[in-house]
């Protein structure tokens, strides 16, 4: 297990410094001038003059090369400059902003867990029946809705409407229930999907089938062959499902001005303020890593051949 953390731990160096200048390269030769945005959020008129002291200030008048290496040698010590708009320091800022979106982005998770296994499993195991019908037509509504209508009705019924649940802001555990399940129901009726899909491919294995003639009973069966098994796959997916909710956390923040770096970014990105943009991706990704990297863990707990596999390589 330790061989496989320090070797996916390895692999995180060149995915960030591809990832950083991918993104040092778009902000730097987009048609938008960072010098220009600079003055403009500044309130000084953008004349030659002020342009060229600007870009000096910002180092922009140094070779491309140059201008990477720097932002990369004070990036790796945290330090992504100063925003634009407030001139106090970027990473300072994200960091009071990210605790509100891991909340939220937490809440989402486990609302797409608590209800997704429980039902997939349920629609699994009465196939055919009423159960597992509306789980697939609530599947289909769930897939095809898009996060942001959804928050809008929630909005206008649970607020508007019967006055329920608080439309705005941060507070109590009300505050966060719409946001979250506006994210969440795409999230959820994929993992309930497969998780049925998951299920009925291990009911019906053989180790299932001889579990069965030696009289083993039904629950233990559920319990201990078939739902371990079935969560490989579900764990793996869930990786994938945490950009689903990094991406659907942006636009519910926006919708509900819930404080959190989502809401901050597009804020940034209206205003061109390239040192945030360019700290919010990087930050971004390192968590999509490092989720990945816990679900590669985890499946490896499960699944003593993935940890293999993982360590040596795949046999041939």
């Keep these: 297990m330790l061989k496989l ?85 970027v990473m300072r800022q994200l960091l009071h902003y990210l605790p509100n979106t891991l909340y939220l982005a937490s809440v989402t998770m486990l609302i797409t867990l608590a209800f997704s296994i429980p039902f997939g499993v349920l629609a699994a195991v009465n196939r055919g029946r ?24 929630m909005i206008i019924l649970f607020s508007v409407k019967l006055g329920w649940l608080p439309s705005m802001g941060l507070g109590g555990i009300s505050y966060v229930v719409m946001p979250a399940c506006s994210v969440a129901l795409m999230s959820l009726c994929i993992n309930m999907r497969l998780t049925r899909g998951c299920m009925l491919e291990q009911l019906h294995a053989r180790h299932v089938l001889y579990a069965r003639i030696r009289g083993v009973t039904e629950k233990r069966i559920i319990r201990g062959h078939v739902l371990r098994n079935s969560m490989i796959p579900v764990v793996t997916a869930l990786g994938m499902h945490v950009g689903e909710v990094l991406g659907g956390a942006v636009v519910a923040e926006v919708i509900f001005a819930w404080p959190g770096v989502g809401r901050y970014m597009i804020s940034a990105i209206s205003n ?29 707990g499960l699944d003593p051949r993935a940890r293999l596999v993982g360590e040596e390589g795949p046999h041939e």
């Design 272 to 300: 061109r303020d390239f040192p945030v943009m360019q700290c919010f991706i990087i930050m971004m990704t390192g968590i999509f890593v490092v989720c990945n990297l816990l679900t590669d863990i985890m499946c490896a």
């Design 5 to 89: 953390i320090i070797k996916r731990l390895l692999m995180l160096i060149p995915l960030m410094f591809f990832v950083s200048v991918v993104v040092f390269l778009v902000l730097r030769l987009s048609p938008n001038d960072p010098a220009m945005s600079y003055l403009r959020l500044s309130n000084i008129p953008p004349s030659e003059e002020a342009l060229r002291i600007a870009r000096a200030d910002l180092g922009l008048d140094r070779p491309l090369v140059t201008q990477y290496i720097d932002w990369a040698a004070k990036a790796i010590r945290l330090d992504f400059g100063v925003s634009y708009v407030t001139r106090t320091s």
């Design 130 to 153: 009423l159960i597992d019908k509306l789980s697939r037509v609530l599947a289909y509504i769930g897939v095809s809705t898009p996060s942001f209508w959804l928050a809008f009705l």
